[in-house]
Structure formats: structure tokens, C-alpha cells
């Protein structure tokens, strides 16, 4: 087994509870994400936050990024710090970008938002185009790029900004195959560009971000109960089945996919 | 095709037309020789001056409702603004007589308050039609409300203002006419087809006419290119993957 320790708590979730009138779309969502260290080299975090379509995914996605206010309960992040927006770096399914601003001017707003690389923009913004092959699409508006080159204009805004953390809605879905091993294979370097990068997919393709993932969580709905709670959490170091290549072709992690898919 | 359509309603006017409309032939004529005199030169100066200072304090007025109108207090009065298109200018005159110093300023009121509800009505649907994702990506990039307005909205939607400016250019262009025969002390081609109609000369009537139509063609090419130009990606398509 690989070696590694959880460290100090990075995301703590408590007791969120969404509802609309008195129609309860979230309750109890309890979930805390630590550091994990491992010998030798910088190891980020990835979390998959899975559920069924409508389940209230994407709710819990804006209550994690701080753009929606739970009805009750709270997320900490930096040990005591309440969870507001702007603090976490958020993807959005669409790869949103501002239609208006070139990409180069996209990133430039965003690095300029980021304190520690006052003085050197331009040059982060050159080294991550190069690291995510996107210079010759920086002079581009975001209407002139495919799907694949929005998204990866999207993360580098959001790594620009200089989050710990980066929420990614259905990063997968719409990708054909090619991309979406390119996708799967960039996600897990910007998780490892730091100790504290901390990757939070929700997503409802389970093999591909459980494959990338080193914790599963799992949203449902519980017999008798109104809204939907993390059912289950599954650590997927701890079954030895995180940070490695092919992994998808593991007896033991097609168990856990149809474990998973039994629990939704 | 648009030739070949030209071509047959030239056709059709010149066939239909009798002793009351005046053939194509002589609206030509009467449309060269209206070119060449210093009376029209000096009603359309007029006129396009009006109407170009018009259309900027209008721009001006507009905006800062629109821009405003985020707030909750200005909100309400955006609103009015709005519903203000169904009142008419011609039961307002003797108001703004009494409110302006001469006619020119009275044809400069009447005319802006005439276009302000019509560039409102255009710019608040624009700002109501925001999607929501683009507030959202200011506030997750750490923007606040004054840094999201001024991209979202300032920076953002500057396309869109140009936009509504060319299709609100035509109101404007319209309204000239209709003001200038209020008050004719400055003349104008509005007051020029007034006295035109007076004599019944139709068809110096039907050739100012498409004069008026041909400078409001050449105005809209003229904004639309403008706009391209200014903001490129207004004209782009989405690229396939």
C-alpha cells in the first residue's frame, strides 16, 4: 500500500441543510477533507462528490463555492474560515468565459486578483498557455475555441487566481474519448501542483472521476427521509486503489464502481 | 435578386403611377436636382446635428438609468421610463414650450424625450437578459458588486449599447421630421417636407423622402461596421471543435 498520513483538516462541511419552502433539497451534509501527505513528492487531493441527475449535485457545488447560502449549517475552509464567494476556484460545466475579453485578457483579470504574482502576470499567464498548450489561443475569444481549449482556458483562470481549492462541475460530460483522457490526465497534474490543491469533482460519470479520485462521496436520498445527504463515504487510498495509472482495469475498483452505483 | 426586385418595383411604380404620383423617371430627376441645391445642404446640416445631439444626451440619460437601475430606487424610475413610450409628444409640446428657452431647445427636449423610453425599453431587456453565470464568474474570481457591474455590465454588454444605438437610430430619424414640423423657425427636412406637402410637390416629397431613407441605410451600415470594428467579437461564430 501506498505510504501516507492525513493531515490538518482543509474543508469542513457541517450539517448543511437546503430547502425551499418547505420543499428540503439538501439536509445533514457532513464531510470533512483533510491534507493527505504522502513521502517525497506534493500530493493535492481529489474528491468526487457523486449522485444521480437532479439529486441536488450542483447545489451543494454552489454551497461549496460560497455562491449560494445554505438554509442551515456551513462550510470552513482554513481552519475557521467560512466559506464565501471568490475563495475557491469554480469550473463551470460550460467552461463559462467572459465572451468579451480575449483569453490573454481573461487570465490577465484573473492573475491580477491573485497578490503573489503582482509583477509577474504576464509571465504566469505564458508559462501555464505553454504547460496547457493554449498559446496560440491566448489573442482568441472564447467563441473561437473548441470545447477542450475553454476548459483548460477555465482552469488556468482559476489556477491564476491562486485558490486552494477548485470545484469542477461535470468536467466530463460531452468529451469524447480522446479528451477525456487528456482531461482526466490534466486534472490529476494540477493536483499534484501543490500540497494543499484540493480538486472537488461533481460528477455523475462515476468511472472516470472515481479513477482520478482519492475519496468518494456519495449523494442520495435515504429511505423515508425528504433530501438528499452524503450516503457514504468511501476512501479510496485506503483500499489502494488512488494515484494509479490504469487503474479502471482493476478487479477491485470495478467492485467499488458498482458498489457505488448500488448506492445511489 | 435585390437588383432584379428593384428593378420590378421600379417597373410597377412606373406603370400604376398617374397624374397624382409622380412617375420614377421624375423622382429621379427631382432626387438630382435636390442634391445639387444649397437648401438641402444646409436642412440636413440641421437636421443631423439635431439629431446626432439627440441621440447623445439620449445615450447619456439612458445609461445612467440603465446602469442604475440595479439599484432599487432607480429601478422604479427605469421602469417609468420605460412605460413612458406610450405617451405622445404632440400633447406635450405646449409643456415643454413652457419649459425651454427657444425652439431649438424645444426640438432637442422633444426629441430626447421621445428617444429615451425606446433605448431604456432596449438596454434594460439586454441587462434583464444577462445570464447569470457571468455574475457568477466575477464573484468567484473575487469581484465586487462595483468591479462586477463595471464588467458585466459596463464592459460587457458595450457591444450591445452600440447595437441598440443603430436600431434606435432609425427612431431618432424618424422622430426628426415629426419635431421639425413643430417648430420650423430652424428649418430641417422635416420642415422642408412640410413645405413640400404645403405645395403639394410630390414628388419633391417622394424624392426628399429617399433621401431620408438612403442617409438612415448609409447611418445603419455605418454603425454596424463601427461596431465590428470596435468590438470584434460581436461578429464571431462559434468555432467547431
Given amino acids: 500500500m501506498t505510504a501516507y498520513i492525513k493531515d490538518k483538516i482543509l474543508l469542513q462541511a457541517s450539517n448543511i441543510r437546503l430547502a425551499y419552502d418547505n420543499n428540503i433539497i439538501l439536509r445533514d451534509i457532513n464531510f470533512c477533507i483533510r491534507d493527505i501527505k504522502r513521502p517525497g513528492m506534493q500530493q493535492g487531493q481529489v474528491i468526487s462528490l457523486i449522485g444521480r441527475s437532479g439529486i441536488g449535485k450542483t447545489q451543494l457545488f454552489k454551497i461549496l463555492s460560497g455562491l449560494q447560502q445554505p438554509t442551515a449549517g456551513e462550510v470552513i475552509i482554513h481552519d475557521n474560515k467560512t466559506v464565501k464567494p471568490g475563495d475557491m476556484g469554480v469550473i463551470f460545466q460550460n467552461y463559462y468565459l467572459f465572451e468579451w475579453r480575449t483569453v490573454f485578457q481573461s487570465l490577465l483579470l484573473a492573475a491580477k486578483k491573485n497578490t503573489q504574482l503582482k509583477g509577474k502576470e504576464e509571465a504566469m499567464i505564458n508559462h501555464y498557455a505553454n504547460e496547457f498548450q493554449l498559446t496560440d489561443e491566448l489573442k482568441k475569444y472564447p467563441q473561437q475555441l473548441s470545447g477542450g481549449q475553454r476548459q483548460r482556458a477555465s482552469i488556468i483562470q482559476q489556477l491564476l487566481k491562486g485558490s486552494d481549492f477548485l470545484l469542477l462541475d461535470e468536467p466530463f460530460s460531452g468529451l469524447d474519448v480522446c479528451v477525456l483522457d487528456k482531461v482526466t490526465e490534466l486534472l490529476l497534474q494540477v493536483s499534484v501542483s501543490d500540497e494543499l490543491k484540493t480538486l472537488i469533482i461533481v460528477s455523475h460519470d462515476i468511472s472516470t472521476s472515481v479513477a482520478i479520485s482519492d475519496t468518494v462521496l456519495i449523494l442520495g436520498n435515504e429511505q423515508g427521509k425528504e433530501g438528499a445527504t452524503i450516503k457514504k463515504e468511501i476512501d479510496l487510498v485506503d483500499r489502494d486503489l488512488a494515484w494509479q495509472k490504469n487503474i479502471k482495469k482493476e478487479k477491485a475498483f470495478l467492485e467499488t464502481v458498482e458498489e457505488i452505483k448500488a448506492c445511489l | ?241
Fill in chain 2, 1 to 241: 435578386m435585390i437588383v432584379l426586385q428593384l428593378f420590378i418595383t421600379i417597373i410597377v411604380w412606373h406603370s400604376t403611377s398617374n397624374g397624382l404620383i409622380p412617375k420614377p423617371g421624375n423622382v429621379a430627376a427631382a432626387f438630382g436636382k435636390l442634391l445639387g441645391t444649397k437648401i438641402l445642404l444646409d436642412n440636413l446640416l440641421v437636421s443631423l446635428v439635431l439629431t446626432l445631439k439627440a441621440m447623445c444626451y439620449s445615450i447619456i440619460i439612458t445609461l445612467f438609468f440603465a446602469y442604475t437601475s440595479v439599484i432599487p430606487f432607480f429601478k422604479s424610475i427605469a421602469q417609468f421610463i420605460v412605460k413612458c413610450r406610450y405617451l405622445t409628444l404632440t400633447g406635450l409640446i405646449f409643456i415643454f414650450t413652457l419649459l425651454t428657452k427657444d425652439g431649438s431647445e424645444l426640438k432637442l427636449s422633444l426629441l430626447i424625450f421621445g428617444i429615451v423610453p425606446f433605448f431604456t425599453t432596449s438596454f434594460l431587456a439586454v441587462i434583464l437578459n444577462i445570464d447569470k453565470q457571468e455574475y457568477e464568474l466575477c464573484k468567484t474570481l473575487g469581484y465586487n458588486n462595483w468591479q462586477t457591474l463595471y464588467e458585466v455590465i459596463i464592459v460587457g454588454k458595450a457591444d450591445q449599447v452600440f447595437e441598440i444605438l443603430r436600431q434606435n437610430f432609425a427612431i431618432s430619424w424618424l422622430m426628426i421630421t415629426m419635431v421639425e414640423g413643430l417648430s420650423m423657425s430652424e428649418g430641417g427636412i422635416g420642415s422642408l417636407l412640410i413645405k413640400y406637402n404645403k405645395y403639394n410637390d410630390l414628388t419633391n416629397v417622394i424624392a426628399l423622402q429617399l433621401l431620408i431613407f438612403l442617409i438612415g441605410l448609409c447611418f445603419d451600415f455605418l454603425l454596424g461596421t463601427t461596431r465590428h470594428w470596435l468590438f470584434p467579437h460581436s461578429n464571431l461564430k462559434q468555432a467547431t471543435s
